[in-house]
């Protein structure tokens, strides 16, 4: 089982993904957050720049609905070094999908098969696609797939939920078997609702021939999840420990308040992230009121360490 982590814009940056494999490990393959603009700013520079992913296997993810602006950003990547990008045909935001960009692309998908014939045609670098199911109804899902299976993916991650739904109900996965049985040729990933051993086995048990699977939300809420996950059929339990975590966050802390301007950048970065790793602990909710409340790093630093000191690790990682 191959196992890779989801872009999550703001958090899973590449000062994110470094930390987290030094301290955790565990992911074959790293996303970028998404790039949207061939005038890439700073941010984004900095997210590709191959010294800042040293040792990581790291796709750059594209946002885009014309094929131009994807040409042109793909022409920047591959400047870099970079043979393979992702195209997001995921991403649920109601902003975005107003824009037909993200999952909000598939409801023309007319367009959406003229936009990846054009790519496909003249892209110097390999595509694989993440996408959503439809928008308003599974009912959409297999002209969907038709219209993939023209293309020469090089991967199509799948997340079995529909763009009105967000993050929201029950993944369907009856849509990823779908598209097992129709795209025979094409690797699948699964991207969903992957969280625990749980829900882990409750996928294998419906589509068993699973060999990729894309965790987001599951890792910022137990950074030790992907180990965990992979250490199933062997006689090791993995258990996250409070030293590790620690040193894990001071890390981040450190590369952001280095680089960031002013000390309010760097809290709202890792206020985000506590919104999740706040899960890896039992009775946190009074310490992370603190966290949340802080104004600058002694008082954020006095809130971490008493939720370090205090709160004893969730029993679930």
Same mark, same amino acid.
Request: with cysteine; hydrophobic share 35%.
């Given at each position: 089982?191959? #196992?890779? /982590?989801?872009?999550?814009?703001?958090?899973?940056?590449? %000062?994110?993904?470094?930390?987290?494999?030094?301290?955790?490990?565990?992911?074959?393959?790293? =996303?970028?957050?998404?790039?949207?603009?061939?005038?890439?700013?700073?941010? @984004?520079?900095?997210?590709?720049?191959?010294?800042?992913?040293?040792?990581?296997?790291?796709?750059?993810?594209?946002?885009?609905?014309?094929?131009? &602006? =994807?040409?042109?950003?793909?022409?920047?990547?591959?400047?870099?070094?970079?043979?393979?990008?992702?195209?997001? *045909?995921?991403?649920?935001?109601?902003?975005?999908?107003?824009?037909?960009?993200?999952?909000? #692309?598939?409801?023309?998908?007319?367009?959406?098969?003229?936009?990846?014939? !054009?790519?496909?045609?003249?892209?110097?670098?390999?595509?694989?696609?993440?996408?959503?199911?439809?928008?308003?109804?599974?009912? @959409?899902?297999?002209?969907?797939?038709?219209?993939?299976?023209?293309?020469? *993916?090089? &991967?199509?991650?799948?997340?079995?939920?529909?763009?009105?739904?967000?993050?929201?109900?029950?993944?369907?996965? @009856?849509?990823? /078997?779908?598209?097992?049985?129709? *795209?025979? &040729?094409?690797?699948?990933?699964?991207?969903?609702?992957?969280?625990?051993?749980?829900?882990?086995? &409750?996928?294998?048990?419906?589509?068993?021939?699973?060999?990729?699977?894309?965790?987001?939300?599951?890792? %910022?809420?137990?950074?030790?999840?992907?180990?965990?996950?992979?250490?199933?059929?062997?006689?090791?339990?993995?258990?996250?420990?409070?030293?590790?975590?620690?040193?894990?966050?001071?890390?981040? #802390? !450190?590369?952001?308040?280095?680089?960031?301007?002013?000390?309010?950048?760097? /809290? #709202?970065?890792?206020?985000?992230?506590?919104?999740? %790793?706040?899960?890896?602990?039992?009775?946190?909710?009074?310490?992370?009121?603190?966290?949340?409340?802080?104004?600058?790093?002694?008082?954020?630093?006095?809130?971490?360490?008493?939720?370090?000191?205090?709160?004893?690790?969730?029993?679930?990682?």
């Amino acid at each position: 089982m191959k #196992f890779y /982590l989801a872009p999550m814009e703001g958090i899973t940056t590449y %000062l994110y993904r470094n930390a987290y494999s030094h301290y955790f490990g565990g992911i074959d393959k790293y =996303f970028t957050p998404f790039i949207a603009s061939p005038k890439m700013n700073r941010r @984004e520079q900095n997210e590709i720049l191959p010294e800042h992913n040293q040792s990581l296997t790291v796709v750059p993810q594209i946002l885009a609905n014309r094929s131009e &602006e =994807f040409l042109k950003i793909t022409k920047k990547i591959a400047e870099y070094g970079y043979t393979t990008v992702n195209l997001n *045909l995921g991403c649920p935001s109601g902003t975005v999908a107003a824009r037909k960009r993200g999952a909000g #692309f598939l409801s023309v998908p007319d367009e959406l098969d003229r936009f990846l014939y !054009e790519i496909y045609e003249r892209s110097p670098l390999k595509i694989s696609v993440k996408t959503r199911i439809g928008i308003s109804s599974v009912d @959409e899902w297999e002209p969907i797939l038709d219209i993939y299976r023209k293309y020469p *993916l090089e &991967e199509l991650i799948i997340h079995p939920r529909l763009q009105k739904e967000l993050y929201k109900f029950t993944p369907h996965k @009856e849509a990823y /078997l779908t598209a097992a049985a129709k *795209l025979s &040729e094409i690797p699948l990933c699964y991207n969903g609702d992957i969280t625990s051993l749980k829900g882990y086995s &409750e996928l294998l048990n419906t589509a068993p021939r699973t060999e990729r699977v894309m965790i987001g939300r599951g890792i %910022l809420k137990n950074p030790l999840l992907a180990v965990q996950l992979k250490a199933v059929e062997s006689a090791e339990h993995p258990t996250l420990k409070k030293e590790t975590l620690k040193a894990f966050h001071d890390e981040l #802390f !450190e590369g952001y308040a280095a680089q960031m301007a002013g000390e309010t950048p760097t /809290l #709202f970065k890792m206020k985000d992230l506590w919104t999740y %790793l706040s899960e890896s602990f039992a009775a946190s909710d009074r310490h992370l009121k603190k966290i949340r409340k802080a104004s600058g790093y002694a008082e954020y630093k006095a809130a971490v360490n008493s939720i370090f000191r205090e709160c004893e690790l969730a029993a679930h990682v």
